[in-house]
T-cell receptor, first 109, second 116 residues
Framework: GQNIDQPTEMTATEGAIVQINCTYQTSGFNGLFWYQQHAGEAPTFLSY??LDGLEEKGRFSSFLSRSKGYSYLLLKELQMKDSASYLCAVSDSNYQLIWGAGTKLIIKP | ETGVTQTPRHLVMGMTNKKSLKCEQH?????MYWYKQSAKKPLELMFV???????ENNSVPSRFSPECPNSSHLFLHLHTLQPEDSALYLC???????????????FGPGTRLTVL
């Protein structure tokens, strides 16, 4: 079966750095997405990785290792507004997105 | 203008009611999706439409009936639902269903459905 694993919840301090991990087992791989979802709002796109390595976009970076079936989202200089759920999703061989359950990130002052 | 809109934002219905959820996208996309989001569970893909034709139906009960009259509008008709159907229903759109590896989906704000 297809499976995406990510931690249920994480807590971090404002101004710090946090890494949210995602491991996957899917039938085929056509890229990995990270989305951010604030409570009661729509998920919004953060990043896309299809090749191994690190993609940096401002305070957010996303890393992919296809051989290990592993990705992480790195958030630097955390702000209170970063409190949200972070969803990992893999595009499988049919280009359908397989979703993780999301990681709820709580930022404390 | 918001790319993907959904109405209503909140809906409470009894098990014998019939209601419809509406989604509209203003992005010129060819593909539209219905997802169910329950607390602490992965997004569940329900239906996929490409150019108004259904291309995916992930074993969804018949009490959920989708309709896609054109590439900008998507409906989800509900009837005789069960309390376990209470969830957030999200609509999304993307440029195409497949053909390219990069296929970002744009989501609407969702309809919070409560079945009594």
């Amino acid at each position: 079966g297809q499976n995406i694993d990510q931690p249920t919840e994480m807590t971090a301090t404002e101004g710090a750095i946090v890494q949210i991990n995602c491991t996957y087992q899917t039938s085929g791989f056509n890229g990995l997405f990270w989305y951010q979802q604030h409570a009661g709002e729509a998920p919004t796109f953060l990043s896309y990785n299809v090749l191994d390595g690190l993609e940096e976009k401002g305070r957010f970076s996303s890393f992919l290792s296809r051989s290990k079936g592993y990705s992480y989202l790195l958030l630097k200089e955390l702000q209170m507004k970063d409190s949200a759920s972070y969803l990992c999703a893999v595009s499988d061989s049919n280009y359908q997105l397989i979703w993780g359950a999301g990681t709820k990130l709580i930022i404390k002052p | 203008e918001t790319g993907v809109t959904q109405t209503p934002r909140h809906l409470v219905m009894g098990m014998t009611n019939k209601k419809s959820l509406k989604c509209e996208q203003h992005l010129g996309h060819n593909a539209m999706y219905w997802y169910k989001q329950s607390a602490k569970k992965p997004l569940e893909l329900m239906f996929v439409y490409s150019l108004e034709e259904r291309v995916e139906n992930n074993s969804v009960p018949s009490r959920f009936s989708p309709e896609c009259p054109n590439s900008s509008h998507l409906f989800l008709h509900l009837h005789t639902l069960q309390p376990e159907d209470s969830a957030l229903y999200l609509c999304a759109s993307s440029q195409d269903v497949s053909a390219e590896a990069y296929n970002e989906q744009f989501f609407g704000p969702g309809t919070r459905l409560t079945v009594l």
